[in-house]
Protein backbone atom coordinates (compact mmCIF):
# COMPACT_ATOMS: atom_id res chain seq x y z
CA UNK A 1 0.00 0.00 0.00
CA UNK A 2 1.29 3.38 -0.82
CA UNK A 3 0.64 6.74 1.51
CA UNK A 4 0.67 9.90 -0.19
CA UNK A 5 0.28 13.21 1.73
CA UNK A 6 0.55 16.73 0.22
CA UNK A 7 1.43 19.84 1.88
CA UNK A 8 2.53 23.65 0.96
CA UNK A 9 -1.11 24.83 0.17
CA UNK A 10 -2.55 28.21 1.01
CA UNK A 11 -3.76 31.51 0.50
CA UNK A 12 -1.47 33.90 -2.38
CA UNK A 13 -2.01 36.51 -5.03
CA UNK A 14 -2.30 37.03 -8.35
CA UNK A 15 1.17 36.89 -9.89
CA UNK A 16 2.70 34.97 -6.77
CA UNK A 17 4.45 31.35 -6.08
CA UNK A 18 3.75 28.19 -4.46
CA UNK A 19 5.24 24.91 -4.33
CA UNK A 20 3.59 22.03 -3.11
CA UNK A 21 4.84 18.86 -1.77
CA UNK A 22 3.55 15.00 -1.80
CA UNK A 23 5.32 13.07 0.47
CA UNK A 24 5.30 9.03 -0.32
CA UNK A 25 5.82 6.55 1.59
CA UNK A 26 5.06 2.86 1.75
CA UNK A 27 6.46 1.56 -1.36
CA UNK A 28 9.55 2.37 -3.41
CA UNK A 29 8.74 5.82 -4.90
CA UNK A 30 10.67 5.43 -7.80
CA UNK A 31 8.32 2.26 -8.71
CA UNK A 32 5.30 5.40 -9.32
CA UNK A 33 4.93 7.92 -11.98
CA UNK A 34 3.18 10.66 -10.75
CA UNK A 35 0.88 12.94 -11.13
CA UNK A 36 -0.72 16.11 -9.57
CA UNK A 37 -4.45 17.09 -10.57
CA UNK A 38 -6.77 19.93 -8.93
CA UNK A 39 -10.56 20.32 -8.08
CA UNK A 40 -12.21 23.81 -8.48
CA UNK A 41 -15.56 24.15 -6.58
CA UNK A 42 -18.13 22.56 -8.55
CA UNK A 43 -16.24 21.21 -11.35
CA UNK A 44 -14.37 17.89 -11.82
CA UNK A 45 -10.84 16.84 -10.99
CA UNK A 46 -8.71 17.35 -13.74
CA UNK A 47 -5.52 17.22 -14.76
CA UNK A 48 -2.23 19.38 -14.31
CA UNK A 49 1.19 17.82 -14.63
CA UNK A 50 2.46 13.85 -14.56
CA UNK A 51 5.69 13.07 -14.56
CA UNK A 52 7.14 9.16 -15.21
CA UNK A 53 9.11 7.40 -13.20
CA UNK A 54 12.46 8.09 -14.23
CA UNK A 55 11.80 11.60 -13.61
CA UNK A 56 12.68 12.12 -17.56
CA UNK A 57 9.42 13.06 -19.16
CA UNK A 58 6.97 15.34 -18.08
CA UNK A 59 3.51 16.81 -19.21
CA UNK A 60 1.36 19.65 -18.29
CA UNK A 61 -2.66 20.96 -18.96
CA UNK A 62 -2.29 23.74 -21.35
CA UNK A 63 -3.80 25.92 -18.78
CA UNK A 64 -0.84 25.72 -16.92
CA UNK A 65 2.03 24.92 -19.46
CA UNK A 66 5.10 27.60 -18.87
CA UNK A 67 3.86 28.48 -15.31
CA UNK A 68 4.08 25.32 -13.49
CA UNK A 69 6.91 22.55 -13.37
CA UNK A 70 7.03 19.10 -11.43
CA UNK A 71 9.65 17.46 -10.16
CA UNK A 72 10.35 14.49 -8.08
CA UNK A 73 13.39 14.47 -5.32
CA UNK A 74 13.48 10.17 -5.15
CA UNK A 75 16.27 10.68 -1.96
CA UNK A 76 13.16 12.15 -0.11
CA UNK A 77 10.42 9.90 -1.83
CA UNK A 78 8.64 13.45 -2.82
CA UNK A 79 7.00 15.05 -5.43
CA UNK A 80 7.06 18.81 -5.94
CA UNK A 81 4.39 21.18 -7.95
CA UNK A 82 5.99 24.79 -8.89
CA UNK A 83 3.69 27.30 -9.45
CA UNK A 84 4.63 30.27 -10.68
CA UNK A 85 2.47 33.14 -12.03
CA UNK A 86 -0.78 32.02 -10.17
CA UNK A 87 -4.04 32.99 -11.02
CA UNK A 88 -7.29 32.81 -9.63
CA UNK A 89 -8.34 30.31 -11.80
CA UNK A 90 -5.52 28.24 -10.52
CA UNK A 91 -7.59 28.16 -7.10
CA UNK A 92 -8.87 24.31 -6.34
CA UNK A 93 -7.71 21.51 -4.19
CA UNK A 94 -4.63 19.92 -5.62
CA UNK A 95 -4.29 16.19 -5.21
CA UNK A 96 -0.91 14.07 -6.08
CA UNK A 97 -1.49 10.26 -7.42
CA UNK A 98 0.96 7.17 -7.78
CA UNK A 99 0.08 4.94 -10.51
CA UNK A 100 2.88 1.64 -10.81
CA UNK A 101 3.87 2.23 -14.49
CA UNK A 102 6.71 3.35 -16.04
CA UNK A 103 4.66 6.30 -17.83
CA UNK A 104 2.76 9.03 -16.17
CA UNK A 105 -0.69 9.38 -18.21
CA UNK A 106 -3.55 12.55 -17.70
CA UNK A 107 -6.48 10.44 -16.87
CA UNK A 108 -7.67 9.81 -13.60
CA UNK A 109 -8.62 6.45 -13.94
CA UNK A 110 -4.85 5.28 -14.29
CA UNK A 111 -3.98 5.75 -10.93
CA UNK A 112 -4.60 3.14 -8.36
CA UNK A 113 -2.90 5.92 -5.32
CA UNK A 114 -4.35 9.43 -3.75
CA UNK A 115 -3.24 12.28 -1.77
CA UNK A 116 -6.35 13.76 0.26
CA UNK A 117 -5.33 17.44 -1.36
CA UNK A 118 -3.85 20.47 -0.14
CA UNK A 119 -6.35 24.26 -1.38
CA UNK A 120 -4.39 26.41 -3.10
CA UNK A 121 -6.49 30.23 -2.92
CA UNK A 122 -5.40 32.18 -5.37
CA UNK A 123 -6.53 35.89 -4.78
CA UNK A 124 -6.97 38.58 -7.10
Known amino acids: QVQLVESGGGLVQAGGSLRLSCAVS????????MGWFRQAPGKDREFAAA????????SYANSVKGRFIISTDNSKNTLYLQMNSLKPEDTAVYYC?????????????????WGQGTQVTVSS
Open 97 to 113: AARPSSDSTMYLNDYNY
Open 51 to 58: INKFGTST
Open 26 to 33: GRPFSNYA
